[in-house]
C-alpha cells in the first residue's frame, strides 16, 4: 500500500514536472514573440515617422486656426480629414493610449531589472535573523543572480512566488507543491504577455504597417498615397483660411505660420505652390487668389503671377519669411515694372512677358543674384540685351519665345551665355511647318 502511495506521488511529481518545462517553453516562445513585434513596430516608426512628422503638425496647427474662425467659415469636412490622419497620427505619439499600445523594444528590459530588484529586497541574506534561514536566503539570492544574467524572468518569478509563500514557516516546502507554484506563476505571466501581443496587433500603428506590408507586395506605396493626401489637406486648409481672410481683413496670420500678405482691394494676381526642390513646371498647384492674408504651407516654393497693370502693388506685398517668394511671373509688363521685383531677393524664377521688356529692364535682374530661371515671352529684348545676362552668376536656364531675341540662333544665344541651357521656341515653332510639309 506504501509503496502504491510512493508510485504515485512520484508519478505526480513527474507530470507537475512536465507541466512546469512546457510552461516554461511557452512563455519562451511567447516573450520572443512580443519582443520581436515590439521591434517590428519600432523600426517601422523610425523608419516613417520623420517622413509625416512635419507635415502632421503643420495641418494639425492650420486647423487650430480654422477651428478659431466662426461656425460659418468652419471647414464642414474637417472630421473627414480628421479621420483619413488617424492611422498616420499614431506615429506622431499623439495617442492618449499610444504609451500603453506601442511599447518601446527596452520595455522587457526594464521589467527584468524592475522584478530582480523587488527579488533582492525581498530575499536578501542579510534580512535573515537565523543562521538556517540565511543559508536558504543565499541559495536562492544565487539562483536569482544567475536568472537575472541569464534574463529568465520565469525562474525570478517562481523564486518571488515560494519565498513569499513558504516564508512563514522554516520548513523546505515538498517539491510538488513549488512545482505547482512555479507552473502557476509562469502562466500568469504567459497571459500577461499574451495580452500584450494581443494588444499591439490591435492598434493603429500595427494596422498601419500591415497595410504597408501589403501594399508593397502589390507593388503599392501606401505610405506615399496618404503622404499625398495630407499635402491636398495641407493645401486645402490653406485656401479655407485665405477665404475667410478675404472676408475679414482683420484676420491675423497664425503664429509660426508661413504667409504672405497683398492688397486687400482685388487680386493682383494667383498664388501658386510646388515641392521645394522641384523645377518642373508641371508641379506647380494654385493656391487661390493673391489677395489679403494668404496662408501658405510650410516647406513649398512659392509663384506669384501678377495680372497686368498691378507690378506697382508689388511693393506693398509683404513675405513670411521675407525670402518667402521663389518665383514671379509679370504679364504685359514693362520695363518700369521689372525693378519691383527686386524687394524679394529670394526668386529664383522669372517670367517676363511684354513688348515694352527691353535691355534696359533686364539690367535690373542682375540684383537677384540667387535667380536660375528666366524666360523672356514676347519681349523687346534684343541681342545686347540678352548680353547683359551673362553677369547674372547664377542663371542656368533661358528661355526665349517671339521678340528680338527670339530670331537668334540657339548657337548664337549660347555663344552670349555659354554657362546656360538655352530654349529657343521661336526657331522651334518656325520649324514645325517645315516638318509638316517634308
Known sequence: MKSRYIHTQITEIERRRKEFHAAERHLVRAERELEELREEIAEFERSYVERMKERLAELEALEREIRKLPVTDADKGSAERTSSRRQSRVLL???ADEEMLVQRPHRREENLKELYRRVAKTIHPDLSLQDSERKRRQKLMADANRAYAEEDMATLLCIL??????????????EESVLAMRTSRVRERIREVEAEILGLRKSDVYTLLRQV?????QGQEVLSHMAAKIEADILAACRKLNHAARRREAIQCPEGVRSMLFPFLSPMGSVFVRTAGS????DWRRLGDAVGRVTLPADKSVRLDVVPGRAADLHAVECVPATGLNACF???ACDGDVPHLLKFKGLEEVYLSGSDISGDGLIHLLE????????????????????????LKMLKHLTISNGPAGNLSVAELQKLLP???IINLTLQRQAAPAVAKS
Not at 509563500?165 to 520548513?171: G, K, T, Y
Not at 506590408?213 to 507586395?217: L, T
Not at 524666360?375 to 547683359?388: F, T
Open 419 to 421: 554657362s546656360c541651357s
Open 161 to 174: 512566488d515560494e519565498w513569499e509563500n513558504l516564508s512563514e514557516e522554516d520548513i523546505p516546502p515538498s
Open 213 to 217: 506590408k501589403q501594399g508593397k507586395a
Open 93 to 95: 505619439g499623439d495617442d
Open 368 to 391: 537677384l543674384t540667387k535667380l536660375e530661371r528666366l524666360y523672356l515671352y514676347d519681349s523687346g529684348v534684343d541681342q545686347e540685351g540678352v548680353q547683359c545676362l551673362k553677369y
Open 279 to 282: 523645377r518642373s513646371f508641371l
Open 330 to 332: 509679370l504679364y504685359g
